[in-house]
């Protein structure tokens, strides 16, 4: 280490403050240690030890060095310094330590996100020293002028401000225009006064498109990435690259939203409702509210965006800490895409039942038409073959006879087989248990299914596919037809020329509240693919019931249906209106539970109800090492005002340390904000 690290070394303070990482909720605190004279130069704080604790060696980090112990007894002493890198900066730990507050988790269910594993060689080999650098020059606008709010934000971002934005991205954008080269600018905007910027996006695609845009607009070597797709030395120097001070721009997935980077000046995250941005692990955070915590610790930029509004954000700009950056109503009219409904009109006259088919032939004339000069995404919003199959005669759905699950049908020629136990239907035989009917049809078409159909009906153009085992990144401009699941459409060179939209009544029907807002999300990420002002075709609506997705995507209105439905929201009492907490395990164990939490007087609880799990089974949460000790079989719901959220997660973390202080058997899980509940 260089001279600076050796004068800010705290030797002569024989206490050292340890976070130990052990996930029980009790032991939710700092321990004391006594420090070592050999280990006093290296046990700095951040810095990773080996301590003795409850009879084992665990890991921890020092997070302060004391001159007097707080402790009466006999302090043990540090085993080893692992590394004297400060690996926990004060500022990481700060947000660690707000993020396990805020989602009733521990401090060290976070640390092991937040700070990935060492790897000694990437120590040695990276130098200390920071490389010298020109100066980034500031940028022009460029894509946000097409923004009134636009220019004045990054003026204020130039400033040192910290402005928070919720951007609306326009649609039809590519190269200097797209998405990734309004953020790289919004990045050089706050480098060149010399501030860190983070942008954390939903996949490896999103990172590479914008790493490329930083490259062309920041140059080389100004920026690091940290995705899960690196290996362990390459994450590890990117990671140390910004902790060291080497770089001050990183971009990455979600667990990049920890990243150390010095003087942040720009936090920023693309697409809050894609489902990548939420934790799956304790304590299941979500990266806009690891962003918006370190925002409001350090004073730095805000910016979310995306084509779709998240009702997560909504709730923020209703408050006024996030300001709306958006184009005007004629920009909007030019940019977006023409969409149309199949089946609307006259195409029911015309076509009769070929209106509401599968590809239906007003998506078919369209893409005739679009495909002679250039490719044409088709969205299919299941994959696989025939994912779901149903009684010929009377369309009731096939489940297993072994455990109850959906049958599918995998490929063309093959036996039907369980989705949840993979009986085979063939060697059972099916007898429809409504009407007797041995006769099977498909419920759901899925993607690969749908590019042999295409193909049939465009021959002599190439199909290509892209979905769930092999996801493409770019098509170029030559004519050709891309099919594609959610989530997985590629970006075409130049846009493409048409987009159609299929079975959207799959995407309407999804078991989840936020139903709505995330088939509008999945539409408009396909659509803005589309080149500007051209055709979109939605087909397979269903028309028995208003839609509010579908007007909102023929008007291009995201904000006015999160809007809409955060309104509803508030008139019913549910989510993101009011905080949700979700605590399951078995029936007796949340009884017990509920006894023992002093919630707020204002909470009100909901159950316990039996969870639905594949085969009929009970699922098994982990409880210190012994995954089996346990049978999480029910659930219950917390539900308190947005205002009690302290109150709820202060309850909530008392419960879980009462829990496990006392050694219960059967384990209590605690999620807040979950977002796969309703």
Same mark, same amino acid.
């Given at each position: 280490?260089?001279?600076?690290?050796?004068?800010?070394?705290?030797?002569?303070?024989?206490?050292?403050?340890?976070?130990?990482?052990?996930?029980?909720?009790?032991?939710?605190?700092?321990?004391?240690?006594?420090?070592?004279?050999?280990?006093?130069?290296?046990?700095?704080?951040?810095?990773?030890?080996?301590?003795?604790?409850?009879?084992?060696?665990?890991?921890?980090?020092?997070?302060?060095?004391?001159?007097?112990?707080?402790?009466?007894?006999?302090?043990?002493?540090?085993?080893?310094?692992?590394?004297?890198?400060?690996?926990?900066?004060?500022?990481?730990?700060?947000?660690?330590?707000?993020?396990?507050?805020?989602?009733?988790?521990?401090?060290?269910?976070?640390?092991?996100?937040?700070?990935?594993?060492?790897?000694?060689?990437?120590?040695?080999?990276?130098?200390?020293?920071?490389?010298?650098?020109?100066?980034?020059?500031?940028?022009?606008?460029?894509?946000?002028?097409?923004?009134?709010?636009?220019?004045?934000?990054?003026?204020?971002?130039?400033?040192?401000?910290?402005?928070?934005?919720?951007?609306?991205?326009?649609?039809?954008?590519?190269?200097?225009?797209?998405?990734?080269?309004?953020?790289?600018?919004?990045?050089?905007?706050?480098?060149? $006064?010399?501030? !860190? /910027? +983070? =942008?954390? %996006?939903?996949?490896?695609?999103?990172?590479? #498109?914008?790493? *490329?845009?930083?490259?062309?607009?920041?140059?080389?070597?100004?920026?690091?990435?940290?995705?899960?797709?690196?290996?362990?030395?390459?994450?590890?120097?990117?990671?140390?690259?910004?902790?060291?001070?080497?770089?001050?721009?990183?971009?990455?997935?979600?667990?990049?939203?920890?990243?150390?980077?010095?003087?942040?000046?720009?936090?920023?995250?693309?697409?809050?409702?894609?489902?990548?941005?939420?934790?799956?692990?304790?304590?299941?955070?979500?990266?806009?509210?690891?962003?918006?915590?370190?925002?409001?610790?350090?004073?730095?930029?805000?910016?979310?965006?995306?084509?779709?509004?998240?009702?997560?954000?909504?709730?923020? $700009?209703?408050? !006024? /800490? +996030? =300001?709306? %950056?958006?184009?005007?109503?004629?920009?909007? #009219?030019?940019? *977006?895409?023409?969409?149309?409904?199949?089946?609307?009109?006259?195409?029911?006259?015309?076509?009769?039942?070929?209106?509401?088919?599968?590809?239906?032939?007003?998506?078919?004339?369209?893409?005739?038409?679009?495909?002679?000069?250039?490719?044409?995404?088709?969205?299919?919003?299941?994959?696989?073959?025939?994912?779901?199959?149903?009684?010929?005669?009377?369309?009731?759905?096939?489940?297993?006879?072994?455990?109850?699950?959906?049958?599918?049908?995998?490929?063309?020629?093959?036996?039907?087989?369980?989705?949840?136990?993979?009986?085979?239907?063939?060697?059972?035989?099916?007898?429809?248990?409504?009407?007797?009917?041995?006769?099977?049809?498909?419920?759901?078409?899925?993607?690969?299914?749908?590019?042999?159909?295409?193909?049939?009906?465009?021959?002599?153009?190439?199909?290509?596919?892209?979905?769930?085992?092999?996801?493409?990144?770019?098509?170029?401009?030559?004519?050709?037809?891309?099919?594609?699941?959610?989530?997985?459409?590629?970006?075409?060179?130049?846009?493409?020329?048409?987009?159609?939209?299929?079975?959207?009544?799959?995407?309407?029907?999804?078991?989840?509240?936020?139903?709505?807002?995330?088939?509008?999300?999945?539409?408009?990420?396909?659509?803005?693919?589309?080149?500007?002002?051209?055709?979109?075709?939605?087909?397979?609506?269903?028309?028995?019931?208003?839609?509010?997705?579908?007007?909102?995507?023929?008007?291009?209105?995201?904000?006015?249906?999160?809007?809409?439905?955060?309104?509803?929201?508030?008139?019913?009492?549910?989510?993101?209106?009011?905080?949700?907490?979700?605590?399951?395990?078995?029936?007796?164990?949340?009884?017990?539970?509920?006894?023992?939490?002093?919630?707020?007087?204002?909470?009100?609880?909901?159950?316990?109800?039996?969870?639905?799990?594949?085969?009929?089974?009970?699922?098994?949460?982990?409880?210190?090492?012994?995954?089996?000790?346990?049978l999480a079989d029910h659930h219950v719901l917390v539900r308190a005002p947005a205002s009690e959220t302290e109150s709820l997660t202060r309850a909530l973390l008392a419960l879980k340390a009462f829990r496990s202080a006392r050694k219960e058997s059967e384990v209590v899980a605690v999620r807040v904000d979950p977002l796969d509940t309703f």
């Open positions: 280490m260089g001279d600076d690290e050796t004068r800010q070394r705290p030797a002569g303070r024989p206490v050292a403050a340890v976070v130990v990482e052990t996930p029980l909720a009790h032991l939710d605190r700092v321990f004391e240690y006594a420090v070592p004279d050999e280990l006093d130069a290296h046990a700095v704080p951040g810095a990773r030890v080996r301590v003795r604790f409850s009879g084992r060696e665990l890991d921890g980090f020092v997070v302060e060095r004391r001159d007097e112990a707080q402790h009466d007894g006999r302090l043990t002493p540090l085993r080893r310094v692992v590394s004297p890198e400060p690996v926990l900066t004060p500022e990481v730990l700060a947000t660690c330590r707000a993020v396990a507050d805020r989602y009733a988790g521990t401090l060290s269910d976070v640390l092991r996100l937040a700070v990935p594993k060492r790897h000694a060689t990437a120590e040695r080999n990276l130098p200390m020293e920071c490389p010298v650098q020109d100066e980034v020059a500031a940028p022009d606008p460029g894509p946000w002028a097409a923004y009134p709010a636009g220019a004045a934000w990054l003026r204020r971002v130039a400033a040192g401000e910290g402005p928070a934005a919720a951007w609306t991205a326009l649609p039809g954008r590519t190269g200097e225009a797209d998405w990734p080269a309004a953020m790289a600018v919004a990045v050089a905007t706050a480098a060149a $006064v010399g501030r !860190g /910027a +983070l =942008v954390v %996006v939903p996949d490896h695609r999103d990172v590479d #498109r914008l790493d *490329a845009a930083l490259t062309s607009v920041l140059g080389k070597g100004r920026h690091v990435r940290l995705t899960s797709d690196q290996g362990p030395q390459a994450r590890y120097t990117a990671w140390l690259k910004a902790l060291r001070g080497h770089v001050r721009v990183v971009i990455g997935t979600r667990a990049a939203a920890f990243a150390p980077v010095h003087d942040l000046g720009l936090l920023a995250w693309w697409d809050d409702g894609d489902d990548l941005l939420a934790e799956p692990r304790a304590p299941y955070h979500h990266v806009g509210v690891v962003l918006g915590l370190r925002a409001a610790a350090t004073g730095a930029a805000l910016l979310t965006g995306g084509y779709a509004r998240s009702l997560r954000v909504q709730v923020v $700009v209703e408050t !006024g /800490a +996030l =300001v709306p %950056v958006e184009a005007d109503a004629a920009t909007v #009219r030019v940019a *977006a895409p023409r969409v149309t409904i199949a089946g609307e009109g006259v195409d029911e006259e015309r076509d009769g039942p070929a209106a509401r088919a599968h590809l239906p032939s007003r998506a078919w004339r369209v893409a005739k038409d679009a495909l002679v000069d250039g490719p044409v995404l088709v969205q299919v919003p299941r994959r696989g073959y025939l994912p779901s199959l149903s009684c010929a005669e009377c369309r009731t759905p096939v489940r297993c006879a072994r455990c109850q699950g959906p049958v599918a049908l995998g490929a063309a020629g093959t036996a039907p087989t369980c989705r949840w136990c993979g009986l085979a239907l063939a060697g059972h035989g099916f007898e429809c248990g409504h009407c007797g009917s041995h006769r099977l049809r498909s419920s759901i078409t899925g993607a690969r299914r749908t590019a042999e159909e295409i193909g049939r009906a465009f021959p002599g153009f190439p199909v290509l596919t892209s979905g769930s085992g092999e996801v493409l990144a770019t098509v170029g401009r030559q004519p050709s037809l891309v099919i594609a699941t959610p989530g997985a459409e590629p970006v075409a060179d130049g846009g493409y020329t048409a987009v159609l939209l299929l079975d959207a009544w799959a995407s309407l029907d999804l078991p989840v509240l936020d139903a709505p807002l995330e088939a509008l999300r999945r539409w408009m990420a396909a659509a803005a693919l589309a080149r500007e002002g051209r055709a979109v075709v939605l087909s397979g609506a269903p028309e028995a019931v208003a839609l509010p997705a579908v007007e909102a995507l023929v008007r291009w209105d995201p904000a006015w249906l999160a809007a809409r439905e955060l309104a509803e929201r508030r008139e019913l009492g549910l989510p993101p209106a009011v905080r949700v907490a979700q605590l399951t395990g078995g029936r007796r164990a949340l009884e017990e539970a509920l006894e023992q939490a002093d919630l707020p007087g204002t909470a009100q609880v909901l159950g316990p109800v039996r969870l639905a799990q594949p085969g009929g089974a009970p699922r098994r949460l982990p409880v210190d090492g012994e995954p089996e000790r346990s």
